[in-house]
């Protein structure tokens, strides 16, 4: 292979007249014009691509920003043949960077809205082996020869597991009876009947409403127990939610930190939508509905519709559904944590309260005051506002007009442009805290036809109601409970409203 000789090459190109130097420069100039260019058509279909990938930005918008995106183009291609080719490069090194960062910004988006938009298929259950305040066992192995209790009924599956763990760290079979009742075990617990007690920690929120000194007057020795289990996943309907109405049912866990499967529901709303009306419904069910539930293993009776959540999802969705006679087709469930995750997200949110008032201490040391009208709330205020029920003369039922307030506040924000800019944002805040079975492409659907049609949505609200009484729980055989004894007529009025929707009627709620 013969050498090059680059002194000679140097020479030669040193004997070129200032006009050849000239015309050459100019040559490398647009060289790397084009380059720059091509460089940017390049990040420029993958910003398109990307978008389209993420379908949230209405047809028109993309159109206009495609056109838009040509004409730089050529006019940054054209430039390298002309005297503005310096200004070409500029733009297109520009162009460039922004859409760089915003292809990054789109994948990231996309990434974390796949997932986040997928129900939990596996779930964790943590159990606890509880002992009385006063025992001087500190940790399991000094239970070791105690007799042990569990719930034979509720939550069986669960406790035979763990007792088998149970066993396997102590190196021995320990001595365990079942109670057909909660109560029949916590009173075998105060009374000494049985010295500890295998305990789902899914259920203390339960177990407190009828013993308030069951976290004091008891203690945990261990909670190392953890039980994975499958989760039943629930299909979602294949409704256009372009065109069709379609209803979600709005479940709000009274747990903070990550989502599990069961647990119970604090917020029962069902969200019926009409896309071509832009009418939309709010309806609120109250916690301590006192209905009939299914365990969904075969056993009905009557109890608390916040007790279904115990049962999965399924469980409370299957009790709203016999209660109102219609199908659900998607749900939405997210906890305390993933309320003020989203709400911070959005960067706050503005909500029309119909009384002044200031909270209670029941929720918390921190006091949160309300004025009647407007309010702007970040996460927590939102959740305090959400969870107060105990200032109120119509207590839940106005805790739950409060909920579908702040629903309200939540849908204007999130619905609103500026929700692109913190669109990755808002679905990083709510990962492993939020659960739906909507599919991707319908919720991302659902999006893009709110940016497109900038007409608000005409949203109604209505809560049904009843009586405050104190009735037995089927499932927990918890005694004396305080319930809400339904009133049919609101119940009746509320499923006139839904068809209402559903035929695409116009309408104001009473």
């Known amino acids: 292979m013969p050498k090059i000789n680059f002194k000679l090459l140097f020479a030669a190109s040193s004997t070129l007249s200032p006009q050849k130097k000239k015309k050459k420069k100019k040559l490398w100039s647009r060289y790397i014009g084009l380059l720059l260019v091509i460089i940017q058509i390049i990040i420029s279909i993958m910003f398109i691509f990307s978008l389209f990938g993420l379908n949230i930005v209405p047809t028109k918008y993309l159109i206009i920003l495609i056109v838009v995106l040509i004409l730089i183009t050529l006019f940054n291609w054209i430039s390298q043949y002309s005297k503005a080719n310096i200004l070409g490069k500029i733009i297109a090194v520009l162009l460039s960077v922004v859409l760089l960062f915003g292809f990054l910004f789109v994948s990231q988006a996309s990434q974390a809205l796949t997932g986040i938009l997928k129900p939990l298929t596996a779930s964790v259950n943590h159990i606890s082996i509880i002992v009385l305040a006063s025992d001087p066992a500190q940790e399991l192995k000094d239970a070791k020869n105690y007799k042990f209790g569990y719930n034979a009924v509720i939550d069986k599956s669960n406790t035979d597991k763990a007792i088998i763990q149970i066993n396997e760290k102590l190196g021995t079979t320990i001595d365990a009876t079942g109670s057909a009742e909660w109560a029949d075990l916590i009173d075998a617990l105060y009374n000494q009947k049985v010295k500890a007690i295998i305990f789902n920690e899914t259920y203390r929120s339960a177990i407190e409403e009828i013993y308030p000194d069951f976290s004091t007057k008891t203690r945990v020795i261990d909670n190392s127990i953890e039980i994975e289990n499958e989760n039943t996943v629930i299909a979602p309907s294949d409704v256009d939610v372009s065109n069709d109405t379609f209803s979600i049912y709005i479940a709000g866990n009274d747990q903070s930190g990550s989502l599990v499967s069961e647990g119970r529901n604090d917020v029962n709303i069902i969200a019926t939508f009409n896309p071509k009306t832009r009418q939309a419904l709010l309806v609120t069910t109250p916690r301590d509905y006192y209905i009939k539930l299914d365990n969904l293993a075969g056993n009905t009776g009557l109890d608390k519709l916040t007790h279904a959540g115990n049962f999965g999802i399924l469980g409370s969705i299957t009790a709203l559904q016999n209660l109102y006679g219609i199908n659900l087709d998607y749900y939405l469930r997210l906890n305390f944590t993933g309320t003020v995750g989203i709400v911070d997200a959005l960067g706050g949110i503005t909500i029309n309260s119909e009384l002044a008032f200031t909270t209670s201490y029941y929720h918390g040391p921190k006091l949160y005051s309300f004025v009647k009208g407007p309010n702007k709330c970040n996460g927590e205020q939102t959740l305090a506002f959400c969870r107060e029920r105990y200032t109120f003369t119509d207590g839940d039922n106005q805790r739950g007009r409060d909920q579908m307030l702040a629903i309200k506040g939540i849908i204007a924000k999130a619905s609103s ?15 492993g805290l939020f659960e739906t079975n909507m599919p991707t492409d319908s919720l991302t659907t659902v999006i893009k036809n709110t940016l497109d049609d900038t007409t608000p949505w005409n949203i109604q609200t209505y809560n049904v109601t009843g009586t405050g009484a104190s009735k037995d729980s089927y499932f927990y055989g918890l005694k004396g409970m305080s319930v809400v004894i ?21 309408f104001q709620v009473k």
Do not use: C, H
């Open 486 to 506: 339904p009133d049919y007529t609101t119940v009746n009025t509320a499923i006139d409203y839904m068809n209402k929707i559903r035929s695409g009627e116009t």
């Open 417 to 431: 442009p500026a929700i692109i800019k913190n669109y990755s944002a808002v679905l990083d805040s709510v990962s």
